[in-house]
């Protein structure tokens, strides 16, 4: 094991940057970008910056940085990045709100009228969900719905001092599916869906266009993790998505899954169909059109976040 790096101040920290090629033109604005984000969170948007090992990449097979910055590579474009993720996390999480609480009710709507406590009863779900054991792990000897229901009651627990959920529970000693989601987050939500036989997957799904139950299924994982990234005020912005969903035959062959573009493209299409009148889509166009830092060594761009050329002129945006 080696040794942990030695402390350094904020202003030796500043140093080293720019001992290793980082241009600071404002050093005072950039010791408030350090004594307020921390070092390692801005590293992650200088680290494109960072000079490529050749030599080490051939021998590796990948890319390998070095310590020094590019010539060119800028402390304010770091700090212009940073700004502009921080807007895209926010356009997400403005989105995946409405598209959270539009399926909540859909699934609630669908299954509450067959039984208003659908969500524990093992009868509304698929068979592989609520029936097929899982065969090994932590969870090994129990269902998924099993599994699921466990998370529910913690949810459950938390919230118990909620008006909602206290009068439920003093009243009837359980909620019923359509006030449980307002307990549930979106991964309890998108793993109850996934739980749901094929036809009601398939009845919600055809309503946001989605090709089939399983593929709205895989939507909603995706947008989970795009969530939980936001949420949780990671870098975004050329995250690789390790949930990734297939692209519709019918979308633009250059969209990569692995990217978050491809996301933005799901967000603004169920967006379409739960609030047609939203400003949503003309913000996210304005931001990566108007926003997005123009590096004059152009070591990152546009098409990091997974945007092709000529994205903006794709009729899934709103036009002039």
């Known amino acids: 094991m080696k040794p942990l790096k030695p402390w350094r101040s904020f202003a030796n920290q500043l140093q080293q940057l720019q001992e ?62 940073y700004v502009f993720d921080k807007k895209l996390r926010m356009l997400a999480l403005d989105a995946l709100e409405r598209i959270e609480m539009a399926v909540r ?9 067959r039984d208003p406590r659908a969500h524990e009863n093992p009868a509304c779900l698929h068979g592989n969900f609520a029936k097929k054991v899982i065969a090994s792990g932590p969870d090994s000897g129990k269902t998924q719905h099993q599994v699921w229901l466990i998370k529910y009651q913690s949810m459950l627990q938390r919230a118990r001092k909620e008006p909602l959920v206290a009068h439920h529970q003093q009243q009837y000693g359980t909620l019923p599916i359509w006030a449980a989601i307002e307990v549930w987050d979106f991964g309890l939500l998108s793993k109850l869906f996934a739980g749901m036989q094929h036809a009601d997957q398939q009845a919600i799904a055809a309503s946001y266009g989605a090709p089939t139950g399983q593929a709205f299924a895989q939507w909603l994982r995706s947008l989970n993790f795009i969530r939980n990234v936001s949420a949780h005020h990671s870098r975004l912005w050329n995250i690789n998505v390790l949930e990734c969903s297939a692209v519709s035959a019918d979308w633009p062959s250059q969209l990569n899954s692995a990217r978050p573009f491809f996301y933005f493209c799901l967000m603004q299409q169920l967006l379409r169909v739960i609030c047609p009148n939203t400003s949503w889509g003309q913000r996210f166009k304005t931001l990566l059109i108007n926003d997005f830092p123009a590096v004059t060594n152009r070591q990152i761009s546009l098409q990091d976040l997974g945007a092709f050329s000529g994205w903006e002129k794709w009729t899934l945006w709103p036009q002039p």
């Not at 021998?59 to 010539?71: E, I, M, N, Q």
């Not at 009710?105 to 009228?113: E, I, M, T």
Request: cysteine-free; hydrophobic content about 45%.
């Open 105 to 113: 009710v859909d699934l609630a709507h669908l299954l509450g009228q």
């Open 20 to 81: 290793r090629g980082l241009q600071v033109d404002n050093p005072a604005a950039a010791l408030d970008y350090l004594e307020r984000l921390g070092y390692y969170r801005l590293s992650g948007y200088w680290y494109p910056l960072r000079a490529i090992d050749a030599a080490a990449s051939l021998a590796h097979g990948k890319a390998v940085r070095l310590d020094s910055f590019t010539p060119g590579s800028r402390f304010e474009d770091v700090a212009r990045l």
